[in-house]
């Protein structure tokens, strides 16, 4: 058989990744302590041929000294770790790692942020929310109360992580109701943060991509004030990942812009 055809069907059959990232300052913060980090490529050699992307949210906590500071000290050391660890085996390895294995790299790398800001910023703390596409898989790993949505047209808007606030273990014991939550005065203070506490692990989850999607990461700036539903209908008309970003963020702001808001849509089809 032709090799040349063969790597034809090979490289047609890579997801195309296509993203696009914006932070807003909001309408009431003097700062902006939100990072976003995206970053896509492909590599098509012979041996081994590859689709990915690292795309990642921090929230730098208010009231906590140098917010920003955390944010993009943890944002740093999680990229520099797979920018060591992964990316070169993606790009000159003759296979691709192993689920467990990608996974094990991004708890170390989440671990390596919390190590960064606990030097840097003594008592700073920050969320963190990454995702790592390659070629059909999704690893994503995740602290504090940014979110990761997928969306597809089938399944509709579903939420990967789980907010580590106190106002979502409330909810989770039945205290108090969702509605409730959303006007607590607790639903901005988290138990788990980078930065915060002995005890630190990142969530960690992986899904297989099936079919087209699009992924959503955002700070609590934009699902804070755009319910579901909007972020659902906004997605749904399937403009560039630049127009959605652009439109969720208008919509933050006409809510109030009361944080930071930060928005990363990255479509895979």
């Known amino acids: 058989s032709d090799p040349g055809a063969k790597t034809e069907r090979k490289r047609s059959s890579l997801p195309v990744i296509e993203s696009h990232a914006e932070v807003s300052i909001g309408k009431v913060r003097k700062q902006n302590e939100d990072v976003v980090f995206a970053v896509h490529a492909r590599s098509l050699r012979p041996e081994l041929q590859?689709?990915?992307?690292?795309?990642?949210?921090?929230?730098?906590?208010?009231?906590?000294?140098?917010?920003?500071?955390?944010?993009?000290?943890?944002?740093?050391?999680?990229?520099?770790f797979l920018r060591q660890q992964l990316f070169p085996r993606l790009?000159?390895?003759?296979?691709?790692?192993?689920t467990p294995e990608v996974q094990e790299i991004l708890q170390s790398a989440a671990q390596a942020a919390q190590e960064a800001v606990l030097s840097a910023v003594p008592g700073g703390g920050t969320t963190l929310s990454a995702a790592l596409v390659i070629n059909s898989g999704l690893y994503f790993a995740h602290v504090g109360d940014s979110r990761i949505y997928h969306y597809t047209p089938r399944a509709g808007l579903e939420t990967l992580t789980r907010d580590h606030s106190v106002v979502r273990r409330l909810v989770d014991l039945g205290q108090i109701t969702a509605e409730e939550a959303r006007s607590s005065p607790l639903r901005n203070q988290l138990f788990r943060a980078v930065g915060q506490g002995d005890s630190f692990k990142a969530d960690l989850g992986f899904r297989e991509l099936k079919e087209p999607c699009t992924l959503l990461l955002c700070s609590d700036g934009l699902w804070g004030l755009v319910p579901e539903e909007k972020i659902l209908k906004t997605l749904e008309k399937g403009?560039?990942?630049?127009?959605?970003?652009?439109?969720?963020?208008?919509?933050?702001?006409?809510?109030?812009?009361?944080?930071?808001?930060?928005?990363?849509v990255v479509k895979i089809s």
């Not at 590859?50 to 000294?65: C, I, T």
């Open 50 to 80: 590859v689709s990915y992307g690292l795309f990642v949210v921090a929230d730098g906590m208010g009231g906590h000294e140098n917010g920003e500071v955390a944010s993009s000290t943890a944002v740093a050391a999680l990229v520099n």
């Open 91 to 98: 790009q000159q390895g003759s296979g691709l790692p192993s």
């Open 239 to 264: 403009q560039s990942a630049q127009a959605s970003v652009q439109s969720l963020i208008t919509m933050a702001n006409k809510a109030g812009g009361s944080d930071n808001i930060s928005v990363l």
